[in-house]
């Protein structure tokens, strides 16, 4: 088994640290990546801040991408040098959120998740004999990773690592957003409030769903361009939203709005601006103790709210197909890479992100 130079997160609020970790053992069902590329992710973020709780020390990093190295001896769908990108909900299959066709809610995958070991509790990497866990049973921001299988997806030889990075978390988020969890209609007026990463995929899954028009909304002029070069249709500040979907819709109001900003103000936007019997879909976080008032007036009318961690994702369907959607230009992702880093600078990297400055930032690794 190889040492890999990664970054290890410590103590939360403190930078990362760059170190070698041992890697290994591999059990049966475990795949060995090479990480080519793992870009930064504000749910990293919140772990390094400590509102996200995992345990430490850890390597974090969630969206990656990276080739085969070596297989565990139960493992059959993958071989050495196969380009993979990395999925973070690895999940039993067998449970009752599992047979609901739910794998998110995968009781496994989520009661293991703040031990941030895999589902045997056992750890994958150390330094100096202690254990160093992984988040989402991940640990992209080093050279190496050990997952569970089912987390190494397979994409065409051709697509980028860099590119290819994005798709484990934000992209699949934001266009499974549109075509998963709202099903979005031809034709539809929608709307998607925020614009970093995941907006900006969700306004792409809009257009991949056939949407009529899409309003994108950010305060911020720069990630306003960004959406229109994206192929929001009309790109407006918090302010004008409403009024925007209105004008669209015959006074009606969006059909579908998606919010990606994470804030109380995009949240109640996102109400005041759905058409009645509306969808709305939550992508955006804030404190999981914190309250977020709504008027009551607006959520009533049949509207349809659903939160998504994930995006429906369908990890082993969905990277391909967003792989071959990216190679026949169907899906922009060069735009999105604001910044290709080496590991040493990922917490300047993570200040950035922290200050909204950047898209996304990809660390590559030789
Ligand atoms: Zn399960
Ligand atoms: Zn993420």
New binding site residues.
């Given amino acids: 088994m190889p040492s890999a130079k990664a970054a290890v997160l410590r103590q939360t609020g403190a930078p990362m640290t760059i170190e070698t970790v041992d890697v290994g053992p591999l059990a049966p069902g475990d795949v060995l990546v090479r990480v080519r590329a793992a870009s930064l992710?504000?749910?990293?973020l919140e772990a390094i801040e400590g509102a996200l709780a995992v345990a430490l020390p850890a390597v974090l990093g969630?969206?990656a991408a990276g080739e085969v190295f070596e297989i565990g001896a139960a493992v059959n769908g993958l071989k050495r040098g196969d380009r993979v990108v990395l999925s973070?909900n690895p999940h039993c299959g067998a449970c009752f959120y599992c047979e609901h066709a739910q794998p998110i809610l995968c009781r496994q995958f989520l009661a293991n998740a703040p031990a941030a070991f895999h589902f045997d509790g056992k750890p994958r990497l150390s330094c100096d004999a202690v254990a160093v866990h992984q988040l989402m049973y991940l640990g992209g921001f080093a050279e190496y990773c050990i997952v569970p299988e089912a987390s190494a997806v397979r994409v065409p030889d051709a697509m980028p690592f860099d590119r290819a990075a994005l798709l484990g978390?934000?992209v699949m988020?934001g266009v499974g957003a549109a075509t998963r969890i709202a099903a979005l209609r031809w034709g539809d007026v929608a709307m998607v409030i925020g614009c970093g990463a995941v907006g900006l995929s969700a306004v792409q899954g809009c257009v991949l769903a056939g949407a009529g028009a899409i309003v994108a909304v950010d305060p911020n002029p720069v990630r306003r361009v960004l959406a229109q070069q994206l192929g929001a249709t009309h790109a407006v500040e918090p302010g004008e939203a409403i009024d925007v979907a209105r004008v669209l819709s015959q006074d009606r109001g969006a059909d579908v709005v998606i919010e990606a900003a994470g804030v109380p103000a995009g949240f109640r936007l996102s109400l005041e601006a759905v058409r009645p019997g509306g969808q709305v879909v939550w992508l955006g976080k804030v404190g999981v103790q914190q309250e977020v008032a709504f008027r009551w007036g607006s959520l009533m009318q049949e509207k349809r709210i659903t939160r998504s961690s994930y995006g429906g994702a369908r990890p082993q369907q969905d990277f391909p197909m967003l792989a071959r959607a990216y190679l026949e230009g169907r899906l922009k992702l060069d735009e999105m890479i604001s910044a290709r880093i080496p590991l040493e600078a990922i917490n300047e990297g993570f200040a950035a992100l922290k200050r909204g400055e950047t898209v996304r930032s990809v660390v590559m690794f030789a």
């Fill in positions: 992710c504000h749910t990293d969630h969206e973070w978390c934000g988020t």
